[in-house]
């Protein structure tokens, strides 16, 4: 957990009662959480976010707040969380969307978040070296990428998860859009037949319209730190990445998601490092 975050809310926040009809956006960190918050949110509310709305509050971090702070939300209750599938509250009348991202660009993103947060980590001045080797053993907030990933691979094709990559949102937003606005269903359904709201929601999520007010998402960064909505996209791994760590870290997605479906995601990220790192 991040050091900021209380143990209660963590306590609290594991025996949740999930509810009929609530709305779980589940991710590991630097995944594309908040974009997908933002999309949901959007999709079941209706209205955009103005300077002075805090989505942390609106769609609070379950083990962060706990359960008292999210029963009191309004129905349907939107929540976060980063707990793994065997971790999180369950209920087959809930809806979870899953979103997961390659492990190189989170490692990067993730590296980033750890030195920027200077009130949650003591990283201002950590390298990404120093960082990768928590990242590969897993000693990092909220434990290790692949535990998180194989826990929820194994629940992707349950009627009530939706499973999104970053990469799709990155490549076709709106079709993402659609996909969680039909999984949705209820008021958000609506949404998927109508053109001109789906462009106004990719308008709202876009990168630029996010990085805009990012108080909105993330408490301020001091001076010379990166911003929660940095610089999004696929491939900026490279510029942190030596060829011996990516080499490591494809070991490591081999090793890991070897015999499971999940071996089979990010075919050509995977090929990129390989070349990377060895370069064949
Ligand atoms: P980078 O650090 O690679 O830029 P999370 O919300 O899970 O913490 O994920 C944060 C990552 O999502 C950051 O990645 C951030 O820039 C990216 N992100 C946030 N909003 C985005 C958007 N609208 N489009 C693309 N990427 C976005």
């Not at 963590?10 to 918050?37: H, N």
């Not at 793994?84 to 490692?107: G, H, M």
């Not at 692949?146 to 709106?174: P, Q």
């Not at 610089?231 to 998601?257: H, N």
Request: proline share 5%.
């Amino acid at each position: 957990m991040p050091m900021g975050f209380p143990v209660a809310g963590f306590e609290s926040g594991l025996g949740y009662r999930a509810a009929p009809g609530d709305i779980f956006v589940a991710t590991y960190p630097k995944c594309g959480t908040t974009w997908m918050q933002y999309i949901v949110w959007l999709l079941v509310r209706g209205r955009s976010l103005g300077a002075d709305d805090r989505l942390t509050e609106l769609f609070p971090h379950l083990e962060e707040v706990g359960a008292d702070t999210i029963g009191t939300l309004p129905q349907p209750r939107l929540i976060k969380t980063h707990l793994s599938a065997s971790l999180v509250p369950w209920n087959t009348d809930a809806k979870y969307v899953w979103v997961v991202r390659n492990p190189f660009d989170c490692a990067v993103s993730f590296f980033h978040h750890t030195r920027g947060f200077v009130h949650h980590y003591d990283f201002a001045d950590g390298t990404f070296d120093d960082f990768f080797e928590c990242f590969i053993e897993g000693r990092v907030d909220f434990g290790d990428y692949f535990d998180h990933l194989l826990s929820w691979y194994a629940r992707k094709d349950e009627a009530n998860v939706l499973f999104v990559t970053y990469e799709a949102m990155h490549a076709d937003a709106r079709s993402v859009i659609v996909d969680v606005a039909t999984f949705l269903g209820g008021t958000a359904l609506e949404t998927a037949e109508d053109a001109a709201r789906v462009d106004w929601i990719a308008a709202e999520t876009s990168f630029g319209s996010m990085r805009r007010d990012q108080r909105r998402w993330s408490s301020e960064r001091p001076p010379g730190m990166p911003d929660f909505v940095r610089k999004g996209g696929i491939g900026d791994w490279r510029s942190c990445f030596s060829p011996e760590q990516a080499a490591r870290l494809v070991e490591a997605f081999e090793r890991r998601t070897a015999g499971t479906g999940a071996a089979a995601l990010w075919p050509e990220i995977l090929a990129e490092a390989r070349r990377y790192a060895y370069g064949a």
